[in-house]
T-cell receptor, first 114, second 115 residues
Framework: EPEVTQTPSHQVTQMGQEVILRCVPI?????FYWYRQILGQKVEFLVS????????KSEIFDDQFSVERPDGSNFTLKIRSTKLEDSAMYFC????????????FGPGTRLTVL | AQSVTQPDIHITVSEGASLELRCNYS??????LFWYVQSPGQGLQLLLK??????LVQGIKGFEAEFKRSQSSFNLRKPSVHWSDAAEYFC?????????????FGSGTRLSIRP
């Protein structure tokens, strides 16, 4: 069964550094998402992406964040200058098209900012 | 505002006992409702979802959930739990309010199984 993949599984970085988290959504899916989960807290929506542009973003998704689909398969989340509070598990998700379609989540990337 | 409340932070049940995890939602339009499970260090796996129709929804691993519009609830049930069911369970809502159908998660209920 097709699945969403994410790399790396764990990323450690120094505060102020840029990080890029990578995701390969399920092929032929049209909507792509990033969510994050700070340790011990709930999963929070960050951003959705459709037709090569952001369709919706949360308050968390400020100017330090950006997303890109550089080719037909990858979907990336960039954090320009990481802060300690960016430490979290970041989940990528994709869904086929209709609002009723299931969002399929990847295994997550654990980001640790030191 | 759209929100999901899971009133139980942590529940412990004995193996073989029945389970009910509570979930209440606030959503102005017709909600799409989900239950996801997360094992330690793992991603999110969809257990079941409700979009319309029959208010009793069957999912994977023997779970079911019942949508009660009058109570704004979507409780998850299982008649007999197994030790492998120990995990974090998230109720979530999504749907027509969001053009991109983002999902809003509850804070989760951690399920422990007593041998």
């Amino acid at each position: 069964e097709p699945e969403v993949t994410q790399t790396p599984s764990h990323q450690v970085t120094q505060m102020g550094q840029e990080v890029i988290l990578r995701c390969v959504p399920i092929s032929n899916h049209l909507y792509f998402y990033w969510y994050r989960q700070i340790l011990g807290q709930k999963v929070e929506f960050l951003v959705s992406f459709y037709n090569n542009e952001i369709s919706e973003k949360s308050e968390i998704f400020d100017d330090q964040f950006s997303v890109e689909r550089p080719d037909g398969s990858n979907f990336t989340l960039k954090i320009r200058s990481t802060k300690l509070e960016d430490s979290a598990m970041y989940f990528c998700a994709s869904r086929p098209g209709q609002a009723k379609d299931t969002q399929y989540f990847g295994p997550g990337t654990r980001l640790t900012v030191l | 505002a759209q929100s999901v409340t899971q009133p139980d932070i942590h529940i412990t049940v004995s193996e073989g006992a029945s389970l009910e995890l509570r979930c209440n939602y606030s959503y102005g339009a017709t909600p799409y409702l989900f239950w996801y499970v997360q094992s330690p260090g793992q991603g999110l796996q969809l257990l079941l979802k409700y979009f319309s129709g029959d208010t009793l929804v069957q999912g994977i691993k023997g779970f079911e959930a019942e949508f009660k519009r009058s109570q704004s609830s979507f409780n998850l049930r299982k008649p007999s739990v197994h030790w492998s069911d120990a995990a974090e369970y998230f109720c979530a809502v999504g749907g027509s309010y969001s053009s991109a159908s983002k999902i809003i998660f509850g804070s989760g209920t951690r399920l422990s199984i007593r041998p």
